[in-house]
């Protein structure tokens, strides 16, 4: 019966902690900051082709005619209506079924539309059967006419993804291995930090090219490649957290009362290494996405036509000496946005859970 009273005065004290922690969050700007900043990427993110200025998939719908326009171009076009199933057009997009032509000009003549393209002969429609419609690329388009404000916002997806599956898989390695090490000590603690020293060896970038090859090219094999270079940090954490915790008094009551390891470890010790393990996953998130820019910028991450960040900058980076630098500094700001907002958030986090202050 002294044990649960114990019991239930820490949970009642790590509760007060955690009203703390999140106060002392809360009266740090940049932390604050950093995490609306999270949110608006999330959410571009999530409502993804719903927002987006060009809806068909991975906004690859290419105008050869309205190559690098402006920030802020108008643009006449002759286009007719669709519409779809809304969880398809908002995760996949909408292909168009018809054909959209920028037209220079275009008069009305009775019931038909007489529109002049860039390149060809007018075009006579029916009104029933198209329309004209005015369209502001805000951002420009790139080389091939591609909207550049849709691609940046897909974009968010493919590094928020890789960021958020990635973490997973390497606090699901790095938490599991941590805390058997810790825990079990001996012969297992020392298998397990030769892997740990094995893997800290090797370059991440190279390991992430090996394991890349490995798998081939591609969306999801990016996600994995990147989550098994990244629980090394995390594990080396959750040792060091568990090494200290084991010897509390209400882990040897744990024993005492028979609870198996797998209780033990993950409903008594791991909760209290939370704070530690958040600082570390938000801090390596931002390297994941950096990891998935770089690599697409290399050409062995995500292949087109899905757009990235990373692949935005290497398909425009011949134009920072020409007038229209913006091409490649956009998704390149987008990526320092996101990484510097990551960055902060840990830093923020780790003040927030430091018991010391």
């Known amino acids: 019966m002294k044990f649960w009273r114990k019991h239930t005065a820490a949970d009642l004290a790590g509760r007060s902690l955690d009203r703390q922690a999140w106060q002392r969050f809360r009266c740090n700007p940049l932390s604050v900051a950093s995490l609306v900043v999270i949110g608006l990427f999330a959410l571009v993110a999530i409502l993804g082709y719903l927002i987006t200025p060009d809806p068909t998939p991975f906004s690859n719908q290419q105008y050869l005619e309205l190559a690098t326009l402006r920030p802020g171009s108008r643009a006449t076009m002759l286009v007719t209506d669709i519409e779809g199933p809304l969880h398809r057009h908002m995760l996949k997009g909408t292909p168009l079924p018809y054909r959209v032509t920028p037209i220079k000009d275009y008069s009305i003549v009775h019931d038909s539309i007489i529109a002049t393209p860039y390149n060809g002969e007018p075009i006579v429609v029916a009104q029933r059967e198209a329309r004209i ?75 992430v090219i090996a394991i890349t090859f490995a798998l081939g090219k591609g969306f999801w094999q990016i996600f994995v490649a990147v989550g098994l270079t990244m629980w090394v940090d995390i594990a080396r954490v959750v040792r060091g957290e568990v090494l200290s915790i084991k010897e509390k008094e209400y882990v040897e009551a744990t024993r005492a009362l028979g609870y198996s390891t797998f209780r033990t470890i993950f409903r008594h010790i791991l909760p209290n290494c939370l704070g530690a393990v958040v600082v570390v996953a938000a801090s390596n998130f931002a390297s994941a996405i950096l990891l998935e820019a770089g690599l697409s910028f290399l050409g062995i991450g995500v292949q087109p036509p899905m757009p990235s960040w990373g692949m935005m900058v290497k398909e425009n980076y011949g134009y920072i000496l020409l007038d229209s630098a913006y091409l490649a500094l956009l998704p390149g700001l987008a990526i320092m946005l996101i990484v510097l907002a990551f960055m902060l958030l840990a830093g923020g986090l780790r003040d927030a859970l430091d018991v010391k202050q």
């Open 133 to 207: 419609e005015q369209r502001t690329f805000l951002l420009g388009t790139d080389a091939y006419g591609r909207d550049v404000l849709s691609m940046l916002m897909i974009g968010s997806r493919v590094s928020l993804s890789v960021g958020f599956i990635a973490i997973a898989i390497a606090l699901l390695i790095g938490i599991t291995l941590g805390a058997l090490a810790a825990y079990h000590g001996g012969w297992v603690d020392n298998v397990i930090m030769w892997l740990i020293n094995v893997v800290w060896s090797i370059p991440t970038v190279l390991l």
